[in-house]
T-cell receptor, first 110, second 113 residues
């Protein structure tokens, strides 16, 4: 079967750093994606990892360990606008659809 | 970048009627498109994979006779919710595959009264 786990909710304050973890068990692996989704809107692409290691993209970084079935999204210098749901998604077999975790709702307070 | 559109963005329909949602890839051709459904505060659940020129592949538990999918061209897939019921009210999001990446449409909010 396929399973993707991430925490349901997280809270943080402006300017802080937050790490959102994701563990996965899937049949096949062709990459792990992180998306941001604001309420009532479609998800927007944040990052993609297919090899082990850290990918940095401005305030956002994503890490992958394929042997551990583990990834995290690191958000630095948090801003209020970062309050959103963060979705971890895995592509199993090539050409198949992304399978999404349940999402982590991040609330950033001042 | 790749752009995917959906129409309509919001629709309200009465129980028992059918509603069609269109998904278009505007600046690229997509042999494969995906349809997801998202209930409030829940994640995206894959409903079906739409392949141009062939029948869609439905996920377990999704009724193919209720959710009709047509992928008649390389830039258009449609999802028709037939005989809609209030429990079909949801956010429907399509996604088009280009190389290794999926590009998402803006979503369609369906409310069945």
């Amino acid at each position: 079967g396929q399973n993707i786990d991430q925490p349901t909710e997280m809270t943080a304050t402006e300017g802080a750093i937050v790490q959102i973890n994701c563990t996965y068990q899937t049949s096949g692996f062709n990459g792990l994606f992180w998306y941001q989704q604001h309420a009532g809107e479609a998800p927007t692409f944040l990052s993609y990892n297919v090899l082990d290691g850290l990918e940095e993209k401005g305030r956002f970084s994503s890490f992958l360990s394929r042997s551990k079935g583990y990834s995290y999204l690191l958000l630095k210098e948090l801003q209020m606008k970062d309050s959103a749901s963060y979705l971890c998604a895995v592509k199993g077999q090539a050409g198949t659809a992304l399978i999404f975790g349940k999402g982590t709702t991040l609330s950033v307070s001042s | 970048g790749a752009v995917v559109s959906q129409h309509p963005s919001r629709v309200i329909c009465k129980s028992g009627t059918s509603v069609k949602i269109e998904c278009r890839s505007l600046d690229f051709q997509a042999t494969t498109m995906f349809w997801y459904r998202q209930f409030p505060k829940k994640s995206l659940m894959l409903m079906a994979t739409s392949n141009e020129g062939s029948k869609a592949t439905y996920e377990q538990g999704v009724e193919k006779d209720k959710f009709l999918i047509n992928h008649a061209s390389l830039t258009l897939s449609t999802l028709t919710v037939t005989s809609a019921h209030p429990e079909d009210s949801s956010f429907y999001i399509c996604s088009a595959l280009r190389e290794y990446e999926q590009y998402f449409g803006p979503g369609t909010r369906l409310t069945v009264t």
